[in-house]
């Protein structure tokens, strides 16, 4: 069974940081581009962070770009977005998802994970 679970999502203050994983089952992490997409309430699935899968480049978007790191561990099939001085505009659902293609258009994307609440708030 094809799944992808994420986690680390909680409430944190402006300033702080977040560490969220993705973890693969049914299928090995490093043959797909796996992204980091956001939902704030009321607005649509953005893309924030994607790995593509030929060389392991990773991509960011302008929103998140120098605040967030994505990282993958093959040995624990599992990829990673570190996120620094996150901000009250950072809230929402966290997906992580794959695509055989390269890109963070969340349209492209096959396979998705449930979801994990970030929440950015003093």
């Known amino acids: 069974q094809t799944q992808l679970v994420e986690s680390g999502g909680g409430l944190v203050q402006p300033g702080g940081s977040l560490r969220l994983s993705c973890a693969a089952s049914?299928?090995?992490?490093?043959?797909?581009?796996i992204g980091w997409f956001r939902q704030a309430p009321g607005k649509e699935r953005e893309g924030v962070s994607y790995?593509?899968?030929?060389?392991?480049?990773?991509f960011y978007s302008d929103s998140m770009k120098g605040r967030v790191t994505l990282s993958r561990d093959n040995a624990k099939n599992t990829v990673y977005l570190q996120m620094n001085s996150l901000k009250p505009d950072d809230t929402g659902v966290y997906y992580c998802?794959?695509?055989?293609?390269?890109?963070?258009?969340?349209?492209?994307?096959?396979?998705w994970g449930q979801g994990t609440q970030v929440t950015v708030s003093s």
């Open positions: 049914g299928f090995t992490l490093d043959y797909y581009a």
């Open positions: 790995i593509r899968r030929s060389d392991g480049a990773t």
């Open positions: 998802a794959a695509t055989n293609m390269a890109t963070m258009d969340p349209d492209d994307y096959h396979y």
